[in-house]
């Protein structure tokens, strides 16, 4: 009797393992299909007659509206377009802070900066001995940097399971330790809190272990009288 009641209950949270996401993700393209289509489909279903229009059609013109701004941003005049209306929006105090946060994450996001922002780093974070995964954004330079006495790294930390927030770190160059891991794979393994096991292509602890070790021996020989 406990023992079919054990496999019940395996099964049933097996199940809900694999329904949960899937039917998740119906809801949300559900409601993201719904919510576009019926703000652009009323829009067009003004201007279209009637017998033309089709669910869906709000998609596609949505699809077409992002393919226009596109090829229009890529050309000369478009880009100096795009150039005046992001300087007038900095001059507009709260519509700045809200431009300025989303095109920074678009940023990322883009494939003109994939090469900058596609590298996975470990850390040791939040203290010494305890690791986490995170991401390389960028150098620190001028006056921030003049004031570390060693070379400092921009580091973003992301929060499990809502990888969307996170933590900014100023962390030396030393201290990053390089991780044989996609963006997609370790983004999978912080959402997933550690239940997801990426291929295990390099050794990272063995290397932060080796680093410390290296470290403990270099500070005993400057003790060492």
Not at 126 to 152: D, M, N, W
Request: hydrophobic share 45%; proline share 7%.
């Amino acid at each position: 009797m406990n023992t079919l009641r054990a496999s019940l209950r395996r099964y049933f949270l097996t199940g809900l393992l694999v329904i949960t996401p899937i039917w998740g993700t119906i809801l949300i393209l559900k409601t993201l299909f719904v919510t576009v289509d019926s703000i652009l489909g009323t829009a067009l279903a003004d201007l279209v007659l009637p017998d033309y229009y089709f669910p869906g059609l709000g998609i596609l013109a949505l699809l077409l509206l992002i393919f226009s701004a596109g090829v229009f941003a890529t050309n000369f005049l478009g880009k100096r377009l795009v150039v005046r209306w992001e300087e007038f929006l900095d001059r507009v105090p709260i519509v700045r802070g809200i431009y300025a946060t989303l095109k920074s994450m678009m940023d990322i996001l883009s494939f003109k900066q994939r090469e900058k922002y596609n590298k996975v780093v470990m850390i040791q974070f939040p203290k010494e001995g305890h690791y986490c995964l995170s991401f390389v954004t960028g150098e620190t330079r001028k006056e921030i940097q003049s004031l570390a006495p060693e070379p400092l790294v921009h580091v973003f930390v992301p929060t499990s399971p809502n990888p969307t927030s996170g933590y900014f770190l100023l962390v030396p160059e030393r201290e990053i330790i390089p991780v044989d891991m996609g963006v997609e794979e370790a983004m999978k393994l912080i959402v997933s809190g550690g239940f997801y096991s990426p291929p295990d292509k390099s050794s990272s602890i063995e290397i932060a272990k080796k680093r410390d070790r290296m470290t403990l021996k270099d500070s005993q020989k400057v003790q060492t009288p």
